[in-house]
């Protein structure tokens, strides 16, 4: 107990350093840490939902080496990321480290694309919580029901639902919110096992051709393989199914969002960003190598259309009728619970940007309910914004892709400025501290993020590209226009100096 309270102490302490007064409350250990960000990712979402983009463009040597590639370098991303996440544990995270090391233009871009990223991280995950987990999967394929008459109004409803639930949860208390992603990082664990191992069981193979993890089948193009253009390249088919991973292994940046939350942040964060990457990927390999190895024929489930090669996995399983269903379930609990976390690490984001006068209203969105120690408006803002999102007719692709494509833009830009600052203005790291390995590990996951990126412009996936330029046009033009006068930014120097006179004043509005 003594121990816990040194530890928020010096959490306190080190948060008033950087000129912020602890209004959120710290009641995340280091597993709920990394429980969100193990939450989000959440290998049984886009794990399943995405697996015709790698598999439909190479068959099992690209689904599964591509996981492998792309898996390694979401690691020395999030390595790098937690250096930076040790030495400034604030929520915002990514915003307030492009700030501080890169100034205020690189931290308001990083804003911009990590919270619209974020935004469509929610949408996205419910969207697909519905149209693939709730509708064709556990309604469909394992149930049994006509689903042919659903209309697109029945997905609004579903999401709707869910998207207030999920606030009315993130509203009332990061201690309920935390507990379900607690328990999600438990299903996750356990529902990934149990259904790796029935795949086996119950596989309809015979003998089981390992060949299938390292051989390349070119099958972009239509019917199956409309996820990827067609290409006479495995090279370029390859390259393309890395969104796979891109889009599965993303969102981890919630470890730091959260960082104000979190018991012993400098210690809990970056280890929550990395372990949450490091087990997604090695647990989602080892998921991915049972995909290919059950399938009867590779051929036939790369000829299903509309990128059904899971559908046909799944179908063509020996597996029992209950057992299908106990994992339906599951699979649509730990997505919904993934979409929760999303909805908290976009909160956090909103209400850290707004905090320092980077949003319309900032007064509004910053505001903390004293009792329940939650940013309440960012949250209701966060879905409203998130369920507009969704009204965009062809909104599966380009949701799934413009959330993965705007989060690692946001994660590279501090990375980039922590490689230009470092030994020279950013010189204090944290206790989690990559040495001489810090600079090696920054260009890798430069190249990496460049590669993953690069994913998500190729057709069909075009409009991500034209957003993510307009993006890139409209924000130094607002800059220029007046922006970079009127936003203030995160504290540096005098500044802090300043906030630290007014943070007891305000944490008397708070009790734990």
């Not at 099992?60 to 996981?67: E, K, T, V």
Request: hydrophobic letters at 50%; proline letters at 4%.
């Amino acid at each position: 107990m003594a121990d816990n309270k040194k530890s928020m102490e010096h959490d306190k302490k080190v948060l008033h350093n950087l000129g912020y007064a602890q209004e959120l409350s710290r009641r995340m250990s280091g597993f709920s840490n990394f429980a969100i960000s193990f939450s989000i990712i959440c290998i049984l979402a886009g794990g399943i939902s995405a697996f015709p983009a790698a598999f439909n463009a190479t068959g099992g040597g690209g689904a599964f080496l591509g996981w492998f590639v792309g898996g390694l370098f979401a690691l020395m991303v999030s390595f790098s990321m937690g250096q930076i996440a040790s030495a400034y544990p604030t929520a915002g995270g990514l915003y307030h480290w492009g700030s501080v090391l890169g100034g205020k233009f690189w931290g308001w871009m990083t804003a911009w694309f990590n919270l619209l990223g974020l935004v469509f991280v929610v949408s996205s995950v419910d969207v697909f919580l519905y149209v693939v987990f709730f509708k064709d999967l556990l309604l469909g394929a394992t149930l049994g029901m006509d689903t042919s008459s659903f209309t697109i109004w029945h997905q609004h409803a579903f999401v709707i639902v869910a998207l207030v639930t999920q606030a009315l949860l993130n509203h009332y208390g990061i201690k309920v919110t935390t507990m379900l992603t607690d328990l999600s990082g438990y299903l996750i664990f356990a529902l990934t096992i149990i259904f790796i191992i029935a795949l086996f069981v119950f596989s309809p193979v015979a003998n089981l051709d390992f060949s299938r993890l390292v051989t390349f089948t070119n099958y972009t193009g239509a019917p199956g393989g409309d996820w990827v253009p067609r290409t006479e390249s495995l090279f370029l088919a390859f390259f393309f199914g890395l969104i796979y991973v891109m889009y599965t292994i993303t969102g981890f940046d919630a470890s730091g969002h959260t960082s104000e939350e979190t018991h012993d942040a400098q210690v809990n964060v970056p280890k929550g960003m990395w372990t949450s990457v490091f087990y997604s990927w090695i647990f989602g390999l080892v998921m991915v190598a049972a995909f290919i190895l059950t399938m009867p024929s590779l051929d036939d489930a790369a000829a299903v259309p509309l990128g059904g090669s899971f559908f046909y996995m799944w179908s063509e399983s020996l597996m029992p009728y209950g057992l299908k269903v106990f994992l339906a379930v599951g699979f649509v609990i730990v997505n919904y619970i993934c979409a929760l976390a999303g909805l908290t690490s976009t909160s956090r984001m909103m209400y850290a940007f707004a905090r320092d006068g980077g949003l319309p209203a900032s007064g509004f969105f910053s505001q903390v309910n004293p009792t329940t120690r939650t940013p309440t408006f960012a949250i209701w803002a966060a879905i409203i914004l998130a369920f507009l999102s969704t009204l965009y007719a062809d909104i599966f692709l380009v949701l799934a892709t413009a959330c993965a494509v705007f989060l690692y833009i946001s994660y590279i830009i501090p990375i980039l400025a922590g490689f230009l600052a470092e030994g020279k203005t950013w010189k204090e790291k944290g206790p989690f501290n990559l040495g001489v390995w810090s600079k090696p590990i920054a260009i890798v996951s430069t190249l990496g993020v460049v590669a993953l990126t690069i994913t998500g412009f190729v057709p069909p996936y075009t409009r991500v590209l034209y957003l993510t330029i307009a993006m890139v046009i409209i924000l130094p033009i607002l800059w220029v226009a007046g922006v970079n006068k009127s936003f203030e930014g995160v504290p540096m120097g005098a500044k802090i100096k300043e906030n630290q006179k007014k943070i007891a004043e305000i944490e008397s509005k708070f009790k734990d």
